[in-house]
């Protein structure tokens, strides 16, 4: 068998998968390969600098062109891996080229979730994943008079910001009751309506598009269900992300919703790993309950492990994970993950834009969104590497600094 190795994506995970491979030691041939044209880039200024037009494409560049020369990493830029097989130890791409791959690693990542409705294919109807779709919502602002934002998550309220900042009529429809519904404490979520409102935002919640009208093909107008309609020349859709997983089905890996693997990134065939937005991982630090992570703290961390399983390696991923979210001078920062709480605590006034909220499972903290509040976040996540927990009527009291409770 040679040990040729196919990294299939080349976004957050897939770079990280081949930088890692190379530190470990692995000296035979890695072959990178990414749908995009572009050189591997971060996704998160998509949504705020990139959209603000304080970042350029070029500076989001993950490494430059000339580390893959040095580091030997062959890498295909602009072609789709179509087929794998690695009995067989080859792939083809959709360019026809052929890639010799005994060991397999998937970092596929995960496409925006479509909003199917008459009129959702019309000009003017745009999504935020890669970096020819920011270009595009980039221009389309430069001369929209009227957006609308459909998805309250993070990415929509990111939008949102820069949209309103921009003089932009904005309005934002969510679905659900309120925002970031499925990953935040409700004192989140009316701390990020009030702010959003204040800015000039109007968010209509419990709403949900039924149609679009456009004029010359190109979107006018966005109809509720409760009958209104929304002037818009620009719309832009965040509703979530669906795992790419059809190489790995293809494969006949196991595949529940992400493409399914171990502590270590190993998927149900020892000889292909997985990392990043696509997969469905043991929780770093509930091995027990499976979860899907979005975040590039994931993709790395999960990719490091899976280049050492690669190489006969049994690292395990268990570190905390992080997140982080701008919405212009407001900078949410997020340690572990707050899924399946019972309890939090409000560590701060939300009105003074800089809180906290700790949540807490059974009694012991699991995860913290701070607002504004950089030494709280950072003390969360220490506190839940060290496994420790912080007792819930100690910590609401600002005065008191967190790290004042970890243990010595
Ligand atoms: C606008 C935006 C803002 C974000 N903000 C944040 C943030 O603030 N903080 C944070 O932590 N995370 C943020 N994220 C999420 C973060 O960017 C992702 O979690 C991360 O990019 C995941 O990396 P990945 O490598 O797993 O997948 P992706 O970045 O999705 O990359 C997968 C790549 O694989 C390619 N590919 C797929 N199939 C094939 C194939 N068959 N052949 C070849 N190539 C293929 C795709 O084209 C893509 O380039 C944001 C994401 C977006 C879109």
Aim: hydrophobic fraction near 45%; proline fraction near 4%.
């Amino acid at each position: 068998m040679s040990d040729d190795i196919l990294i299939v994506g080349a976004s957050q995970a897939g770079v990280q998968l081949a930088a890692s491979l190379r530190d470990l030691g692995h000296t035979a041939p890695i072959t990178l390969v990414g749908a995009e044209r572009h050189l591997p880039y971060q996704r998160p200024p998509l949504s705020k600098g990139f959209l603000t037009g304080a970042a350029s494409a070029e500076s989001l560049a993950l490494r430059t062109r000339d580390y893959y020369h040095e580091q030997q990493i062959d890498l295909v830029l602009g072609e789709r891996v179509t087929g794998i097989d690695v009995d067989g130890g080859r792939a083809t791409t959709d360019a026809g080229r052929e890639i010799r791959a005994s060991r397999v690693a998937l970092a596929t990542g995960s496409r925006p979730r479509r909003l199917v409705v008459p009129g959702s294919e019309l000009t003017g109807v745009l999504y935020l994943r890669d970096l020819d779709d920011a270009a595009a919502v980039c221009a389309a602002l430069h001369t929209a008079t009227s957006v609308v934002i459909i998805g309250g998550g993070y990415i929509g309220l990111e939008a949102a910001s820069v949209a309103a900042a921009s003089g932009v009529r904005t309005t934002l429809v969510e679905a659900a009751g309120r925002l970031i519904e499925r990953v935040a404490a409700p004192v989140l979520s009316s701390f990020f309506l009030h702010l959003h409102q204040g800015r000039g935002v109007d968010v209509r919640l419990s709403r949900f598009v039924t149609h679009m009208d456009g004029h010359d093909g190109a979107v006018t107008t966005v109809h509720l269900d409760n009958g209104e309609a929304v002037a818009a020349d620009l719309v832009l859709i965040g509703i979530g992300v669906t795992p790419r997983t059809e190489l790995a089905e293809a494969m006949g890996l196991q595949v529940q919703g992400g493409i399914v693997v171990d502590r270590q990134g190993r998927t149900s065939d020892s000889r292909v790993v997985a990392a990043g937005d696509c997969t469905l991982l043991p929780h770093p630090l509930q091995p027990d309950v499976m979860v899907r992570l979005e975040s590039v703290q994931n993709a790395v961390e999960q990719a490091k492990v899976a280049a050492a399983a690669l190489l006969g390696r049994d690292d395990v991923y268990d570190t905390v994970p992080w997140f982080w979210s701008d919405q212009g001078e407001v900078k949410l920062q997020i340690a572990g993950i707050s899924a399946g709480y019972d309890a939090v605590v409000v560590r701060g006034d939300p009105g003074t834009r800089k809180f906290s909220v700790l949540y807490y499972r059974q009694g012991r903290l699991i995860a913290a969104d701070s607002v504004n509040a950089p030494a709280d976040y950072l003390a969360v996540r220490r506190s839940l590497t060290a496994r420790a927990t912080m007792e819930p009527g100690d910590v609401a009291d600002p005065a008191v600094p967190l790290k004042s409770l970890l243990p010595t």
